[in-house]
């Protein structure tokens, strides 16, 4: 058996790293809380501002298929109703049927490659500002109604989910969804909401597991503890869910997590995840980061990887030994590994490396390369990278 080490131990960052939160994502992180606090829903009193209304009726908005930029260069000065939005699309030749919502740019405010996705908000919410807008038409294309809800599994703003459930009678398989980023606390769960609505509106309840990173508190063994803590909490939820159906799909670093949580039944002790409360049925890598030791020789997951587990394979040998998948294998669960050849993110090699240590143990794994495919379209719910990941994890737990 393997020791666990929980001791810290002083580990200096290869240039560039994220040994602490970077520059401008303290930003990143205040308003992940300030989302995360408005979603948990509490209890209201009846002197409950207007602003909390906007935000339940902005989050309680189903999934909505973005129709394009109608326009790039609208300021506004004044508040601008979402009935005044919509004349001023049908003046140029829009349908009624259309769903208007606006995107508010905060790109001004961070360097371009450290802001996310802009956030949704109210039109109204940009009362005596003037910012650049950006208005995107969606079309309403989901036929259920999808509810969101969030859960905590800890005491800090990272140790959440999110629980996309469907409507319908009876219970639900689940999907846990883990978001990438090479670990990194400048990423969260909001990249995989996109696919998450998409699993729900198909009957999958998904589960989008938020942990704590490289820069906000994670790392080893805090990362691992997190998502093990996430999964497991599922057990606990008061809501229609199939326990016996359980699926995992991560994209790069939530890869190599998704890989790592089927893993957990191979560990003993205390090793971090060990005597799991929840085990998967199939599990679903994206251009994940599936083998660690090559990983952290490798360009450009070198820095991330070390900065993860804390120093070298060499250094570090029982932590690698724990926390990569391929080291875990065989992990007796059906495995899908997706790659595209045009990845420039996270090496081909290291899935190939992976598959081929699978096929020799005789664990059930299958290995696609995506021709055409970069790292990114995994998690564009409108490409044929996603549906490949998503129809073979529904077959897999029908």
């Not at 229609?240 to 957990?264: K, N, Y």
């Not at 059906?334 to 081909?348: C, K, R």
Request: with cysteine; glycine share 10%; aromatic share 6%.
């Amino acid at each position: 058996m393997l020791a666990v080490d929980r001791e810290e131990k002083p580990f200096t960052p290869l240039p560039g790293g994220d040994g602490e939160v970077a520059r401008g994502d303290e930003a990143l992180l205040v308003r992940e809380r300030e989302r995360d606090a408005a979603l948990e829903r509490p209890e209201r009193s009846a002197d409950a501002s207007e602003a909390d209304d906007r935000v339940q009726h902005e989050i309680w908005l189903g999934g909505f298929e973005d129709l394009g930029e109608v326009a790039t260069d609208l300021h506004v000065f004044d508040p601008v109703s979402r009935r005044e939005i919509a004349q001023w699309l049908r003046a140029g030749g829009e349908g009624d049927e259309l769903e208007i919502r606006v995107r508010i740019d905060d790109l001004e405010r961070l360097p371009p490659d450290r802001a996310r996705g802009p956030e949704q908000r109210d039109p109204l919410e940009v009362v005596g500002h003037v910012r650049r807008l950006v208005i995107h038409v969606f079309r309403g294309r989901y036929a259920r109604a999808i509810a969101r809800s969030l859960h905590r599994y800890g005491d800090d703003a990272s140790q959440l989910g999110e629980l996309f459930l469907p409507d319908g009678q009876g219970l639900h398989p689940v999907v846990i969804v883990i978001h990438g980023g090479y670990w990194k606390a400048r990423y969260d769960r909001s990249l995989m909401n996109g696919l998450c609505e998409n699993l729900a509106d198909r009957g999958s309840a998904a589960w989008n597991l938020e942990y704590r990173r490289v820069g906000n508190g994670g790392g080893w063994p805090e990362t691992f503890d997190d998502v093990a803590a996430g999964v497991d909490l599922l057990s606990d939820l008061e809501a229609p869910l199939d326990l016996e159906r359980i699926g995992a799909i991560g994209h790069s670093a939530g890869g190599h997590l998704a890989l790592w949580a089927a893993s957990r039944t191979t560990l003993s002790g205390d090793a971090p995840g060990a005597a799991p409360k929840v085990v998967l049925r199939a599990v679903v890598s994206q251009a994940g980061v599936a083998d660690l030791r090559l990983a952290a020789v490798t360009s450009p997951s070198g820095e991330p990887t070390q900065a993860l587990l804390g120093g070298s394979p060499d250094e570090l040998p029982e932590r690698y030994a724990l926390a990569s998948p391929r080291e875990r294998l065989p992990l007796g669960v059906e495995q899908l590994m997706l790659h595209g050849e045009n990845d420039e993110t996270v090496s081909v090699e290291i899935s190939k490396s992976y598959a081929a240590a699978a096929e020799a143990l005789a664990d059930p794994c299958e290995l696609r390369m995506l021709s055409g495919t970069g790292h990114f379209e995994h998690i564009d719910a409108s490409t044929d990278a996603w549906q490949i990941a998503r129809d073979w994890l529904e077959e897999k737990l029908s």
